[in-house]
Antibody, heavy 120, light 110 residues
Framework: QVQLQQSGPGLVKPSQTLSLTCAIS??????????WNWIRQSPSRGLEWLGR?????????DYALSVKSRITINPDTSKNQFSLQLNSVTPEDTAVYYC??????????WGQGTLVTVSS | QSVLTQPPSASGTPGQRVTISCSGS????????VNWYQQLPGTAPRLLIY???QRPSGVPDRFSGSKSGTSGSLAISGLQSEDEAGYYC???????????FGGGTKLTVL
């Protein structure tokens, strides 16, 4: 059974960097069939896919156009986890952030969610 | 236009059959399959239907999906109180070059 456990701060100041981590159990970040995603949800923007990292003989990233200039998703192979960094945050980035596994963009396992508030 | 449109709300009584629509365009549903997610209050979304009409293991056969052209549909038969939740469609969008979610439909079981 795949489990995704999220960690990271719930409060970030405007203009700073939002950082979250998702620890994987029951699968490997090196999986050649899965992608490892970040998705957020807010009342104003609904569910919004942010991007993913995936391994297919080498590492690839896909990012949503809306955040492409500010986002980095990295694997941490030593800990079997992956991370999200979102730079230059504003209050509009306030949301519940989820990590999720995809198989062919079917998001079949999700983390528990982390409410991140951007406020001074 | 890169948007998936769902009705904001739907309702039914126990035992009834309800359907939820998802309207898209050529850049998303017209070219790609639709998935459906169920979100119970306070929890993460759960994959309910993938590849238009496939159910993951553990999803009751009361849930079914279909797609025609640029529209998708989720049907729930034999409605139960535990089905009260938010339902979201999703599909790849070529214009965005990314995954797109519908705005969600809140289902109330009366």
């Amino acid at each position: 059974q795949v489990q995704l456990q999220q960690s990271g701060p719930g409060l970030v100041k405007p203009s700073q960097t939002l950082s979250l981590t998702c620890a994987i159990s029951g699968d490997s970040v090196f999986s050649n069939s899965a992608g490892w995603n970040w998705i957020r949800q807010s009342p104003s923007r609904g569910l919004e896919w942010l991007g993913r990292t995936l391994y297919r003989s080498k590492w690839y990233n896909d990012y949503a156009l809306s955040v492409k200039s500010r986002i980095t998703i990295n694997p941490d192979t030593s800990k079997n986890q992956f991370s999200l960094q979102l730079n230059s945050v504003t209050p509009e980035d306030t949301a519940v952030y989820y990590c999720a596994r995809d198989i062919g963009f079917d998001f079949d396992y999700w983390g528990q969610g982390t409410l991140v508030t951007v406020s001074s | 236009q890169s948007v998936l449109t769902q009705p904001p709300s739907a309702s039914g009584t126990p035992g009834q059959r309800v359907t939820i629509s998802c309207s898209g365009s050529s850049s998303n549903l017209g070219s790609h399959t639709v998935n459906w997610y169920q979100q119970l209050p306070g929890t993460a979304p759960r994959l309910l239907i993938y590849n238009n009409n496939q159910r993951p293991s553990g999803v009751p056969d009361r849930f079914s999906g279909s797609k025609s052209g640029t529209s998708g549909s989720l049907a729930i038969s034999g409605l139960q109180s535990e089905d009260e939740a938010g339902y979201y469609c999703a599909a790849w969008d070529d214009s965005l070059n990314g995954m797109l979610f519908g705005g969600g439909t809140k289902l109330t079981v009366l």
